[in-house]
């Protein structure tokens, strides 16, 4: 199992989805545990995708979202369903791909900088865990392709955990 770094930064969008999603997988391979595979994730998704300013998760704990492992500025601890774009996803099950967060009802700005968001839902099965979630300063940076790579992560992540490991919530 290789979990260094990348020893390039990839050229083109397509290669840093690629890349990151390789690298996520050598990172996630042979290891069960959410918190170790989440701050892992949030690193390399971070680390190879360009152009955000934060990476990490939000799980869900108490019927809310509760910040988990990320990568960026501080941020906001707890997220009610009903609120934000990660609230939207979560309460929704479906992925949120916001273009201009400025224009989004009840957007939770966590960082100012923030102009476009990404987010995910953590899945296993029909059971949610959280949600990924991604942030850029650059409007529109997500593009359908990041979409689908995301999605893709988001998966592996999930089955990769043993989540009897974490405190969530026992059903869903």
Not at 124 to 131: C, D, E, K, N, Q
């Amino acid at each position: 199992m290789d979990i260094s770094p990348p020893t390039t930064l990839p050229g083109t969008p397509e290669e840093a989805r690629t890349q990151a999603l390789a690298w996520l997988e050598g990172v996630l391979t042979g290891e069960r545990d959410p918190w170790a595979n989440l701050a892992n994730a949030a690193a390399v998704l971070f680390g190879c995708l360009p152009g955000l300013n934060w990476a990490g998760f939000y799980l869900l704990r108490g019927g809310e979202l509760v910040l988990g492992p990320f990568q960026g500025r501080p941020a906001c601890v707890r997220i009610p369903l009903d609120r934000g774009v990660c609230g939207a996803a979560a309460r929704t099950r479906s992925i949120q791909r916001v273009d201009d967060v400025l224009q989004f009802e009840g957007h939770i700005a966590c960082d100012a900088a923030s102009r476009s968001e990404l987010v995910v839902p953590l899945m296993l099965g029909s059971r949610l865990l959280g949600v990924l979630d991604l942030d850029s300063p650059l409007p529109g940076r997500f593009s359908e392709e990041d979409v689908q790579a995301m999605q893709a992560a988001a998966g592996m992540i999930a089955s990769a955990c043993d989540w009897a490991l974490a405190a969530l919530d026992p059903a869903d």
